[in-house]
């Protein structure tokens, strides 16, 4: 097989699967490693592919998916969600969203003493568990593999609870402070959030900085806690004044 049949070939896996291992693709293709990273390094040239940790994403997809999205940034996303864990207090019911942000707040929360959390992250769900703290999984349509919930029975769930503070993230905020989803179905969740929810925390990397698309779902005049890595220009935390802006660095 030539280099040019295998990129093909790789494409069409991708646009398939929208996200891939670069194992994967060396069983499906029977190519050695060496040969399959050659071919991804020209794709991600060429602009057709994003790379990162082992895993390979096809660059027109809606959203990256949420193993894809996992392995990036992962020391920021890590430190946001450590500083977002400290907001937590001893007894708190807290409700944790399934973004790949919020999935690093698991080991940060295994020090806390009688806190509940409920998720829509089953995977999250069993690592909490596992560790002794008492949680509650939403239920729901599995709407991005491996284990995110969502659709009616996950809106419906949250009617059940009424949490202290509830941490989420989302597809972008805007130069104008308005937190953006990439479909409808984010702005939902976000409303059914925002019913059980005391107290928000929005988190959010720097790479998400002055996005121009998606559902407008609320904006920081309604978020408790903004949590980053990196500071929003000063104009815009001034048109906020009830919202406390979190920084890691």
């Known amino acids: 097989m030539y280099q040019q049949e295998r990129m093909d070939e790789i494409m069409k896996i991708l646009k398939e699967n929208h996200y891939v291992t670069v194992d994967y693709l060396v ?21 057709l ?39 937590v207090q001893n007894g708190d019911i807290i409700f944790l969203d399934g973004s ?3 999935q690093y707040m698991g080991q940060f929360l295994l020090e ?11 995977l999250l769900a069993d690592f909490l568990s596992e560790h002794g703290i008492n949680t509650y999984c939403t239920g729901g349509r599995v709407v991005e593999y491996p284990g995110i919930l969502g659709g009616e029975y996950m809106f419906m769930s949250l009617e059940n609870f009424k949490v ?7 597809h972008a905020i805007d130069s104008k402070g308005q937190i953006l989803f990439i479909n409808e179905h984010g702005v939902r969740r976000q409303k059914a959030i925002r019913n059980c929810a005391r107290k928000q925390a929005y988190l959010c990397g720097s790479d998400k900085f002055n996005g121009d698309g998606g559902f407008v779902a609320l904006s920081l005049s309604e978020v408790d806690y903004f949590v980053s890595d990196a500071q929003l220009p000063e104009e815009l935390k001034q048109k906020f004044q009830s919202t406390t802006f979190l920084c890691t660095k």
């Open 27 to 47: 069983k499906e293709i029977k190519y050695s490693p060496a040969s399959i990273r050659r071919d991804l390094v020209l794709l991600e040239k060429q602009g």
């Open 49 to 87: 592919i994003t790379r990162s940790y082992g895993g390979v994403a096809y660059k027109d997809a809606n959203s990256s998916p949420f193993r894809f999205r996992q392995h990036s940034m992962k020391s920021a996303k890590n430190a946001i969600a450590k500083k977002a864990a400290s907001l």
């Open 100 to 102: 790949s942000t919020i």
């Open 112 to 122: 806390k003493k009688g806190i509940t959390v409920i998720t829509c992250n089953m």
């Open 164 to 170: 202290d503070i509830a941490f989420y993230s989302s």
